[in-house]
């Protein structure tokens, strides 16, 4: 579903989520959906979590290189001081927000606000992805996006990561991720365990 609900008349606000793998276009729908909004002639402002630098320190960038100005901040408690004359607030990269951001998307809401919020709702272990399970479950609208798998050519959902590293944080392009289906996940999550057991094995 792609949501262009008309902020005229709207008494209330209300929250939209964008998630998905990775590489699905999750931020080029959240950039789409902000540049439409500029059109209208509505307030928009966009942030993003300081410590994603990948491609511009002061801009989100979706993996097609379209663009749109951002703000970087620490804690999502900033958001209430920085959206006093704004109408419409775009979040992207929201798994990597802390705990408080569903409540903070709530109490901007009801001061009449759209929310525009997009994240991968999964980690590379394929866990719920830090705030992402609570804003989906607040937001009055949800879109779910999806890469293609390159091994299958079916829907991916997944994002797997083609490095050793653990850390569930760990900012990256296609050099450590991909995105796979169900399927493909799990085939390479096992074939990874066969692997690192006879690596294992081998060294004693």
Same mark, same amino acid.
């Given at each position: 579903?792609f949501? #262009?609900?008309?902020?005229?008349?709207?008494?209330?606000?209300?929250?939209e989520?964008?998630?998905?793998?990775?590489?699905?276009? =999750?931020?080029? #729908?959240?950039?789409?959906?902000?540049?439409?909004?500029?059109?209208?002639?509505?307030?928009?402002?966009?942030f993003k979590?300081?410590?994603?630098?990948?491609?511009?320190e002061?801009?989100?960038?979706?993996?097609?290189?379209?663009?749109?100005?951002a703000?970087?901040i620490?804690?999502?408690?900033i958001?209430? #001081?920085l959206?006093?004359?704004?109408?419409v607030v775009?979040?992207? #990269?929201?798994?990597?927000?802390?705990?408080?951001?569903?409540?903070?998307?709530?109490?901007?809401?009801? =001061?009449g =606000?759209?929310?525009i919020?997009?994240?991968?709702?999964?980690?590379?272990?394929?866990?719920? /992805?830090?705030?992402?399970?609570?804003?989906l479950?607040v937001?009055?609208?949800?879109?779910?996006?999806?890469?293609?798998?390159?091994?299958?050519?079916?829907?991916?959902?997944?994002?797997?990561?083609?490095?050793?590293e653990?850390?569930?944080?760990?900012?990256?392009?296609k050099?450590?991720?991909?995105?796979?289906?169900?399927?493909?996940?799990?085939?390479g999550?096992?074939l990874? /365990?066969?692997?690192?057991?006879?690596t294992?094995k081998?060294?004693?």
């Open positions: 579903m949501l #262009e609900p008309n902020f005229k008349g709207q008494r209330s606000g209300w929250i989520v964008i998630c998905g793998s990775m590489f699905s276009g =999750k931020t080029e #729908e959240l950039i789409r959906r902000l540049k439409r909004a500029r059109i209208a002639n509505q307030k928009v402002e966009i979590p300081q410590l994603d630098k990948r491609y511009d002061k801009k989100v960038v979706s993996h097609d290189a379209n663009s749109i100005k703000i970087p620490e804690h999502s408690s958001l209430l #001081e959206t006093e004359n704004i109408s775009g979040i992207d #990269e929201a798994q990597f927000f802390d705990e408080q951001l569903p409540e903070i998307c709530q109490a901007l809401a009801l =001061k =606000k759209r929310i919020v997009a994240g991968l709702d999964m980690d590379f272990r394929g866990r719920p /992805f830090g705030p992402m399970p609570a804003l479950a937001a009055e609208y949800i879109t779910k996006v999806h890469a293609i798998c390159p091994h299958c050519g079916n829907l991916a959902t997944h994002s797997y990561r083609l490095t050793e653990d850390d569930t944080v760990l900012l990256g392009e050099d450590r991720y991909e995105p796979r289906c169900r399927t493909c996940y799990h085939m999550n096992i990874n /365990f066969h692997v690192k057991k006879q294992d081998a060294k004693t």
